[in-house]
């Protein structure tokens, strides 16, 4: 026994070092592996498909009368969504429409009384002229009566009809110039409601078509259009319900312009800069399909930082915990194409540290992280309204 006990001490000793020395060598291989290539990728599987949710809802009160698409169904900008009852606006558009014909044909009225108070102003002076004359003839009989007084030539009563015929004539021009005054206010008035404008530049005019182009916005609005093309979901407005302005009606996803964040622990992020190359694996298609992506930006805090019930920290027991910072994540357009994916599936994210950044962008510029967003779906073209309102005028305007 003790023989052969001595004897399996050798090999049992060689067994030992090399099992000693296979671990030092994968330990170097390991350590190797991770100085030349490991250390140079962060990665984690705390990442989502992000996308724009893009609330449709309506601009003006009304009551659903028709629904043009439906959850999951796919629709491109522009097309048809909810159709609002349009009889209310349709009166409210004849009403602005009766409005403005009325406002042209006022308007024209005070040009019109321009000419005829012009004309007064006129009769006016000559009036006042006219009794001035009368005036002036009266005082000079009154001026020969009384020369003639103290021999006798004229009579008691002839004086005293001449001293009443200049008071007439005094009255009588008083009279004229009140008048003549009263049609320069007039005039003056007058003028001052239409000076520097004509029936078409007029502000009531102005204004009585601005509210026409209102209510032809407003019939035009009974129509809700989707305002970028995408993918139909949370769809809540039903037939014949009765909405408000800003009634939020379905959810319109555009999936050709989703993007990732990869929740990455702060201490992943010491290295990390926007234009590195990023690789990822989602859970719906496997490893079978890898999507190539670039780092767009870093977020500004944490997610406890941006949280409704923000973390107090400095109250209570405190336990520290690595909070992790989301990383915005810009996808590959012709990948994304090819691979559909939807907002909220998980993501498993790799960044390669060692890829170059992007430039650094000059001072007071902002990185580019994608296209500017915007839709022309609001512009409405106001040359139909326009054309409505210069015939209008036209049709109300006397020649």
Same mark, same amino acid.
């Given at each position: ?12 000793? !060689? ?138 030539? /004229? ?139 670039? /780092? ?45 994916? !939807? ?57």
């Amino acid at each position: 026994m003790t023989a052969n006990s001595t004897k399996s001490r050798p090999p049992r000793k !060689r067994l030992m070092l090399a099992a000693t020395g296979i671990f030092i060598l994968i330990a170097v291989l390991y350590g190797i592996w991770w100085m030349l290539f490991a250390s140079h990728y962060e990665s984690t599987d705390d990442a989502y498909v992000h996308g724009n949710l893009v609330s449709v809802s309506a601009q003006i009160p009304g009551t659903v009368i028709s629904i043009g698409a439906d959850d999951t169904q796919r629709v491109a900008q522009g097309a048809h969504l909810v159709t609002l009852d349009g009889s209310d606006t349709q009166l409210a558009l004849r009403q602005a429409e009766a409005a403005l014909a009325q406002t042209v044909r006022h308007t024209q009225t005070l040009f019109v009384q321009n000419d005829a108070l012009a004309a007064d102003v006129a009769v006016g002076q000559a009036n006042v002229e006219q009794a001035e004359t009368l005036l002036h003839k009266a005082r000079n009989d009154l001026q020969r009566r009384n020369a003639l007084r103290g021999s006798g030539g /004229v009579s008691g009563e002839e004086l005293l009809h001449a001293q009443v015929a200049v008071k007439s004539a005094e009255a009588g021009l008083a009279q004229a110039r009140a008048g003549l005054a009263a049609s320069k206010a007039k005039l003056a008035t007058n003028q001052a409601l239409t000076r520097g404008s004509t029936v078409a530049s007029h502000p009531d005019v102005l204004q009585a078509a601005d509210q026409l182009r209102q209510a032809w916005l407003a019939q035009a609005r009974t129509r809700v259009l989707a305002p970028v093309a995408g993918m139909v979901a949370q769809r809540s407005v039903q037939l014949g319900q009765r909405i408000q302005a800003g009634t939020p009606l379905m959810t319109l996803v555009p999936l050709d312009s989703l993007w990732v964040e990869a929740n990455f622990k702060e201490n992943q992020l010491h290295d990390m800069q926007p234009g590195q190359k990023v690789t990822l694996v989602s859970d719906l298609y496997g490893d079978d399909v890898t999507y190539h992506g670039t /780092v767009v930006g870093v977020s500004a805090g944490s997610g406890s930082a941006f949280a409704l019930l923000p973390a107090q920290n400095a109250s209570g027991n405190w336990i520290k915990v690595i909070q992790r910072v989301p990383v915005r994540i810009r996808l590959d357009a012709k990948e994304l194409q090819d691979h559909p994916l !939807r907002v909220g599936l998980s993501m498993t994210v790799t960044v390669d540290l060692s890829s170059a950044p992007e430039q650094a962008p000059a001072s007071g510029e902002a990185p580019a992280s994608g296209p500017a967003l915007s839709t022309p779906i609001y512009d409405h073209d106001p040359a139909e309204v326009d054309a409505l309102i210069q015939r209008i005028i036209q049709e109300n305007q006397t020649s």
